[in-house]
């Protein structure tokens, strides 16, 4: 077993986790790759279910099947950070505190901070710089056809940095877990229900981060299209319609990265402090 030297801590750091970063380089490019494809072949060459369209196929029924295969690939973006969270959780930081490598470290002139800070910027640099990759592909993807529904869960995170943010916090809690627990199988599983738990919690709130826009008319009455409803019925003075136009996305989005990045700070500070605490407790 041998321990990082203070000067040689982040190539440490990537030599240890180089297959994790290189299944991560991995994920982004494949996702770019099928992104691509979808915009430049299916939406142009391939209707329903993958069937070619030989002409019999209306350009409404080949984005149809766009749409379909669009919505797998933003899920697949906009949840990734379970994984991340798993990773963080278990191989990142509870795994060497059970073998022991970072208590090892700690005596061979790496402070516990520095240590844990490194473990934290290194990560933190490759989810950021591949999750603005993956934001931007996906956007110019959906831009293309304009077929996807913004109110749509996975739809909404992944079109802007709501994908990053939550990537960063599924590292912190990770983070957190681990040292909490000291466990890798443990902090794995407690950090991706902790985040899942999370993501449900603020997916279910989200149409009440930002105020609506109301309409009223003694009638019954249509909204425009593209519109997220909120809440609709009838009083006294006729029927009534909460909604949020499409120009709300942004004020919702960036509302709700503020809390994710929030509660990311948060951890990180926590996992800082309890650190602290495990090094002055008795053995």
Known sequence: MTAPTPAGLPRTVLRLHRPALLIWILFVAGMCGWLVWLTEVTAKERGPQGLPCLGACGQSTVLIGFATELEWACTLIGYCFVGVAAFAGGALIGRELESGTAQLAWTQG??????????????????????????????????????????????????????????????????????????????????????????????????????????????????????????????????????????????LHLTETAIVLTVAVLAVLCSFRVLKGRLTSPA
């Open 110 to 251: 790496v402070t516990p901070v520095r240590w844990l800070a490194a473990k934290l910027a290194l990560p933190a640099a490759a989810l950021t710089v591949g999750g603005t990759v993956l934001v931007l592909v996906f956007r110019w993807a959906s831009s293309a056809h304009r077929t996807q529904d913004w109110t749509s869960a996975s739809v909404f995170a992944a079109r802007g940095p709501l994908v990053v943010a939550y990537a960063l916090c599924a590292l912190a809690v990770g983070t957190l877990a681990a040292l909490l627990l000291g466990r890798a199988l443990a902090a794995l599983g407690t950090a991706a229900g902790a985040m899942w738990l999370f993501n449900s919690v603020l997916t279910y709130y989200r149409p009440y981060l930002w105020p609506t826009d109301t309409r009223t008319g003694p009638h019954a009455f249509d909204l425009p299209d593209g519109v997220w409803l909120v809440n609709e019925g009838s009083d006294v003075h006729g029927r009534f319609a909460a909604y949020h136009p499409a120009s709300h996305y942004w004020p």
